[in-house]
């Protein structure tokens, strides 16, 4: 609670926190607010400018650049966090049973791990699309498959540093089960660091699918993605330079908002279990004092 109150009265974490969810309900609620529909080709309005009806103008089809912006959300957005969430929570639960169990568990882990990790992720992505043909499915299925491990090393690390504390050592003793030690005692001292790869991977995802949708590999037309907008506005870069700008802009200020909020939420966490291992610290001291 302490950390939440901490996020609540940080501005720079409210402004992102409102930004993310601006973004998110906008890409859920796309067919409702966008104001026209993203795919409907208008030649006469080819790279009209901003209008009552198309507020940040018409693409080189003539389609309504906003409303292709809204729908775009969901593949560079959505998705990504969708895709994100299996990664980190795969990594997570995989890492914890490798962290804490050490031995052969651990082991076995790891090694599968090295496996894994001895395959370079972006160019097995190219080989899934090569293989099987381009498209944002295979894509994010690919790197679902391939950076878990990754994942999974970390949080073995982080919840390696911890399983030794004293305070776990005392749960241990005291006889609680290995369930509540991990929820209870280490997935909150490691879950800082989760939140701060999460919070920085994110943003480097959405760069990434939108390099591939940039390069014609992700999401093909007709549908509307940043990277593949950015794709259609280079070939008028000089003519219409201002076709760029709502999908760079869109992906800037996503990407900058999750590592913000990821940075807040970190510095919150870090504090809030400072402040809770010094009072371990004094009352475990005024204990032993007591005991002399």
Not at 46 to 51: C, Q, T, W
Request: glycine share 8%.
């Amino acid at each position: 609670m302490n950390a939440l109150k901490k996020i609540k009265h940080d501005p720079i974490a409210m402004v992102c926190v409102a930004v993310i969810s601006l973004v998110v309900l906008a890409g859920i609620l796309a067919p409702v607010i966008a104001p026209n529909d993203p795919e409907q080709v208008n030649m006469s309005l080819k790279y009209a400018g901003i209008s009552k009806e198309y507020p940040l103008g018409n693409d080189y089809l003539g389609r309504c650049t906003l409303s292709r912006l809204i729908y775009g959300i969901r593949p560079s957005v959505l998705l990504v966090l969708a895709a994100m969430a299996v990664n980190i929570g795969t990594g997570l639960i995989i890492g914890l049973a490798a962290g804490y169990f050490k031995g052969k568990t651990d082991e076995i882990i790891m090694r599968f791990c090295d496996i894994m990790l001895s395959f370079p992720a972006d160019v097995m992505v190219l080989a899934v699309l090569g293989v099987f043909g381009v498209g944002l499915d295979k894509i994010l299925l690919a790197i679902v498959f391939l950076r878990w491990p990754w994942y999974a090393r970390v949080f073995r690390t982080a919840v390696m540093k911890y399983t030794d504390k004293n305070y776990v050592q005392f749960a241990k003793s005291s006889g609680y089960s290995t369930a509540h030690i991990i929820f209870r005692d280490i997935l909150p001292s490691v879950f800082p660091e989760v939140v701060m790869i999460a919070s920085s991977n994110v943003s480097s995802l959405i760069l990434s699918i939108s390099g591939y949708s940039f390069l014609g590999l992700g999401v093909q037309a007709p549908a509307s993605e940043w990277g593949m907008m950015l794709n259609e506005a280079k070939n008028a870069m000089l003519l219409h330079p201002g076709q760029m700008l709502p999908p760079g802009i869109s992906i800037m200020v996503v990407c900058v908002s999750f590592a913000f909020l990821g940075d807040s939420i970190k510095d919150a966490m870090d504090s809030k279990h400072s402040i809770r291992r010094c009072k371990v610290r004094q009352s475990g001291g005024s204990v032993r004092g007591r005991a002399a």
